[in-house]
């Protein structure tokens, strides 16, 4: 069975930092490419990151780029998102999910943690 | 920057009818297109990718068609457990991959 847990979301301040975790089994890890969704509280679904299988290329949504980075650890089943320089408008749940392969969706999603950038 | 659009905002649909969703690209994605279920405090749930085709444990009732700019997730005799916000991702052209505004099903 797919499992994606992740970890890391608190409340932080804005300017702040922030490392989220997600450790995944149940599957092939480095076989997939690995990407970071979230939602901001009733609202809807934000593409954040990918990154291939290998760590080789990442890529990065506008609203992140340049203050969020995108890392795995292949030999620990684990994707990273470093957050930096935190806004108020960062706030959301977090999303780990897997890439399909063949198609650039996600067929399994974690539950999802929440981070609050607030003072 | 592909952009999504999805209507109506809202369905409301009563028990054992069918719903039909729309979901709109502003540019050509082929059949690059994905559909997503989300319930209440849930992660969403992959129910169609390639526009189409049902993933893994999906109902029949279930589905999608559509390619180039406009798609349609339709829904037959709806049950208890379909209610929930429907979202449509492309992943044609990126970065960015992108979602539609999102659907919400409600019981009528």
């Known amino acids: 069975e797919v499992q994606l847990v992740e970890s890391g979301g608190v409340v932080v301040q804005p300017g702040g930092s922030l490392r989220l975790s997600c450790a995944a089994s149940g599957f092939t890890f480095d076989d997939y490419t690995m990407h970071w969704v979230r939602q901001a509280p009733g609202k809807g679904l934000e593409w954040v990151s990918l990154i291939t299988w290998d760590g080789g290329r990442s890529y990065y949504a506008d609203s992140v780029k340049g203050r969020f980075t995108i890392s795995r650890d292949n030999s620990k089943n684990s994707l990273y998102l470093q957050m930096n320089s935190l806004r108020t408008d960062d706030t959301a749940f977090y999303y780990c999910t897997k890439d399909m392969g063949a198609h650039v969706s996600f067929d399994y999603w974690g539950q999802g943690t929440l981070v609050t950038v607030s003072s | 920057e592909i952009v999504m659009t999805q209507s109506p905002a809202t369905l409301s649909v009563s028990p054992g009818e069918r719903a039909t969703l729309s979901c709109r690209a502003s540019?050509?994605?082929?059949?690059?297109l994905a559909w997503y279920q989300q319930k209440p405090g849930l992660a969403p749930r992959l129910l169609i990718y390639?526009?189409?085709t049902r993933a893994t444990g999906i109902p029949a009732r279930f589905s999608g068609s559509g390619s180039g700019t406009e798609f349609t997730l339709t829904i037959n005799s709806l049950q208890s457990e379909d209610f929930a916000v429907y979202y449509c991702?492309?992943?044609?052209?990126?970065?960015?991959?992108?979602f539609g505004g999102g659907t919400k099903v409600e019981i009528k």
């Open positions: 991702q492309q992943y044609s052209s990126w970065p960015p991959l992108t």
């Open positions: 540019q050509s994605v082929s059949s690059n």
């Open positions: 390639g526009a189409f």
